[in-house]
């Protein structure tokens, strides 16, 4: 699979997505489908922080402005924080230009540059969310 979807933890509050080689939108609209369903599979409501793990495949062909677009409409309800996991400067720009444009969306679209920083990110806005 281009894209692989997984528990990133036993507490299933955080779902990494690792892109692997060349892959493409709809490759990536089928791994939401399948983390929506590990979400609704849960046996608890927890919020969920997704990691997107870009480190080693991080573009594609095609719009990335309107793939960011797509994907933040299309995530899941309990989807608290979405991190993007990558040194890549152009991804951080396109982030940054969509936060500019969704400023709703700034908190929840962060950036992390590497998977260890992007967890620790995650598991901080998770805590943030239970306590105020």
Excluded: C
């Amino acid at each position: 699979m281009k894209i692989t979807v997984v528990w990133d933890n036993t507490e299933q509050t955080l779902i990494r997505f690792d892109f692997n080689g060349r892959w493409s939108f709809d490759d990536f609209f089928e791994a939401t489908r399948t983390a929506h369903g590990m979400i609704e599979a849960r046996t608890h409501q927890k919020p969920v922080a997704t990691l997107l793990n870009f480190n080693k495949y991080p573009v594609t062909t095609g719009n990335l402005i309107s793939f960011a677009q797509r994907g933040i409409a299309h995530k899941h309800a309990q989807t608290a924080v979405v991190i993007l996991v990558t040194e890549n400067s152009f991804i951080e720009a396109i982030r940054k230009t969509l936060v500019k444009v969704y400023p709703t969306v700034g908190s929840s679209f962060l950036q992390a540059n590497t998977l260890d920083q992007g967890r620790i990110v995650a598991l901080q806005h998770l805590a943030n969310l239970q306590t105020g």
